[in-house]
């Protein structure tokens, strides 16, 4: 079972190639790209003790020879000092223009990996081999790349488009069901904020998902991957349409913020609550029905997720500081909060004219019901 997914800028078109196996044609597939038969591949030390050896073997069957660099697996590796390392190694591996940098991991090593490839050298091409749900529907796809600082998330960085992407969907089996859900949170964005026949698949196949239904995870990946790839052809560099992906973000990133970018809150489970406070806020707002708000928290408890502020372990700060959070986003514009919301389920919008006093009474009763 195979799909492709043709993200069609001009000039700078690439396939998304989807499916159970690719890992054993990597080969075959990145080949076209090369220069000389050697690549360089980046990866966490979790994946590449999984799949690093398959991934060997795919570009050895076409006599591809391979280097990689390991890197500690989570958030915190999307650093200053990481991107130095990555660009410092791939420099001493004597990597040039004609080369493919070879991203091989989660949302963390393709953002760190696709930002050292766009300034190295001001620019070499990279392949993105994502290995998360989360990477696989979302991150790999689009081109935006960067770190965190100690200002925030992802406020370094650069667009810088892949040549290849192989999301190899066997690779999803070994994920943990905590990592898989996270992912989950942002298939489920897709539905909520574009596509309401989506949701409703999502709502019956969810589960079977989670479980391990190959067939309905390739139909997954597919649609999200197709309905990323329209988004970013309209809108490449987030002037209008492509901030509708940031449904939910706002919120995301103000906790994960607030919880320290770690083990507490996954982005993708930060994704989740924040859909549904922005479903939340909307209905609030009399922008959408009350029974969706009701609908989306009905999915996300079905599937076991973080749906709520309460679902959080730990302190949270109170609803100004988080608010304050907010602000620290880059998705603010002359200082007005900047939200997706939605008109009801796939039928979001941006605005930036949310008034701040509804926001901090939604974060108050839902601290409240902590
Ligand atoms: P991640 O890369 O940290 O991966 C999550 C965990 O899963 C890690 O511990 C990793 O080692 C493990 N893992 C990955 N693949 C595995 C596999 N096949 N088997 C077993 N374990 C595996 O995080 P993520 O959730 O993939 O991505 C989150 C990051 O993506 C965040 O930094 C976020 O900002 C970024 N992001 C970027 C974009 C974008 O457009 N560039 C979009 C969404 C999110």
């Not at 609550?273 to 959408?288: K, P, Q, T, V, Y």
């Not at 200082?335 to 901090?360: E, M, Q, Y």
Request: net charge negative; charged share 20%.
């Amino acid at each position: 079972m195979r799909e492709t997914v043709n993200v069609a800028l001009p000039g700078r078109a690439y396939d998304v190639v989807i499916g159970p196996g690719l890992l054993h044609e990597a080969g075959a597939m990145i080949a076209p790209l090369l220069g000389r038969p050697h690549v360089t591949v980046i990866s966490d030390e979790t994946v590449a003790g999984l799949h690093l050896d398959s991934l060997r073997a795919g570009l050895a069957a076409q006599g591809i020879t391979m280097e990689a660099l390991q890197l500690p697996p989570g958030e915190g590796t999307k650093n200053w000092d990481n991107l130095i390392r990555c660009t410092e190694w791939l420099l001493t591996r004597k990597v040039e223009r004609r080369d493919v940098v070879i991203a091989f991991g989660g949302g963390v090593i393709g953002d760190l990996v696709g930002f050292a490839a766009a300034i190295l050298r001001r620019g070499v091409r990279f392949v993105q081999i994502p290995t998360s749900l989360l990477s696989q529907v979302d991150s790999s796809v689009g081109g935006k790349t960067g770190i965190n600082t100690g200002h925030g998330k992802n406020l370094v960085g650069a667009f810088h488009q892949p040549a290849l992407v192989l999301a190899d969907t066997a690779l999803l089996d070994t994920l943990t069901p905590r990592d898989f859900l996270a992912g989950y949170g942002e298939v489920v964005k897709y539905g909520l904020l574009g596509d309401a026949d989506f949701f409703s698949w999502l709502e019956a196949q969810g589960p079977a998902l989670a479980r391990g239904d190959g067939a309905g995870r390739v139909t997954a990946v597919r649609r999200s991957v197709q309905m990323k790839a329209d988004i970013v052809i309209r809108d490449e560099t987030e002037q209008g349409d492509r901030a509708l992906l940031n449904l939910g973000h706002t919120f995301c990133h103000a906790l994960e913020a607030a919880t320290g970018y770690g083990n507490r809150l996954m982005h993708g489970e930060g994704v989740a609550i924040g859909c549904a406070m922005a479903f939340e806020l909307s209905a609030r707002l009399g922008l959408c029905p009350q029974e969706d708000p009701s609908r989306v928290r009905a999915h996300l408890k079905a599937m076991g997720m973080k749906t709520d502020l309460a679902d959080i372990d730990g302190e949270l700060p109170g609803a100004d500081a988080l608010l304050d959070l907010m602000g620290q986003d880059k998705k603010v514009k002359d200082g007005k909060l900047h939200f997706v919301l939605a008109r009801g389920i796939g039928d979001a919008f941006v605005t930036s004219d949310v008034p701040r006093d509804k926001v901090f009474a939604l974060l108050q009763d839902a601290l409240a019901a902590r």
